[in-house]
């Protein structure tokens, strides 16, 4: 079980694995994640199912290397076993037809956005997908995007590709051409945080998917406690999506920042042998 049957790289730091397991893609919907170990003491990380394929039995995860365990997860090849995968975990996207709904995606977050426009799209939604990225190189899953919204608008930090700007200047583009009904912003908290300032400007309902750390997926550890609307909530039991306006960004930046000198230190030392 859970051995990994295709491997593809979609950018120089970004992985897209297709695993064997057949009964959490029997029950996955639009906003579930699971949680994997590599090695019998490895790390558990949270990543969110980008696709599912219940005929083949597998799940598709995306993988960016920013640590020791992600890159011992890119380092994984085609035939070789992920040691555990948990889930489907989470709330999974509520999904209605609403009208118009912007997708807003960042970096490696317009992974767990694909399955999100999809499920949106298909319950007869407009669906308007604003992707952005550091360069063209950076940009995946481009063309699946496409695939589930009708109209795409691309942003890179340096131009190289669509139109040159953050992601917040391709938002605004929308909104001040035709009305939006819902927003749904997934990326690096910083982006969500002015993504969402941007949707409040506008007053256009905003929801992001957050990525804190995680733990045990169960709520019992409070390693991915966020502040909601001034209470405390838990991303994996109460999450991972959210009235964007009223989560505290500052504070999940500051947590989602705690370990980074040890995550550093550690992946130094894995690479010292």
Not at 88 to 115: D, F, R, S, W, Y
Not at 167 to 193: H, N, R, Y
Request: include cysteine; charged fraction near 25%.
């Amino acid at each position: 079980m859970n051995h990994i049957v295709a491997k593809e790289f979609l950018s120089p730091n970004v992985v897209q694995l297709e695993i064997e397991s057949p009964l959490i893609a029997a029950k996955r919907r639009a906003g579930h994640f699971v949680i994997i170990k590599i090695g019998v003491e490895g790390e558990r990380i949270p990543l969110t199912i980008a696709k599912a394929d219940t005929k083949k039995g597998t799940i598709t995860l995306i993988v960016q290397k920013v640590g020791l365990t992600s890159h011992k997860v890119a380092a994984l090849n085609v035939g070789d076993e992920v040691t555990d995968v948990v889930g489907p975990l989470g709330n999974p996207t509520h999904i209605e037809k609403l009208g118009t709904v912007l997708c807003a995606g960042g970096g490696v977050g317009i992974a767990p956005l694909l399955p999100i426009a999809e499920a949106f799209h298909n319950a007869g939604n407009r669906v308007i997908s604003v992707l952005a990225a550091k360069n063209k190189e950076l940009l995946i899953l481009e063309n699946e995007m496409r695939k589930h919204s009708d109209e795409t608008i691309i942003m890179t930090d340096d131009g190289s590709y669509g139109n040159k700007g953050l992601i917040t200047a391709g938002m605004e583009e929308v909104f001040k051409s035709q009305p939006v009904d819902l927003c749904v912003t997934i990326g690096p908290a910083i982006m969500m945080k002015y993504a969402s300032l941007v949707a409040k400007k506008y007053n256009i309902p905003s929801m992001a998917s957050l990525n804190a750390i995680m733990v045990d997926g169960t709520g019992m550890c409070g390693a991915c406690r966020v502040s909601v609307g001034g209470k405390i909530k838990f991303v994996c039991v109460d999450g991972p999506e959210f009235d964007a306006y009223q989560v505290d960004f500052d504070e999940l930046l500051m947590r989602l920042g705690g370990y980074r000198k040890e995550e550093a230190e550690d992946y130094k030392n894995e690479l010292a042998g």
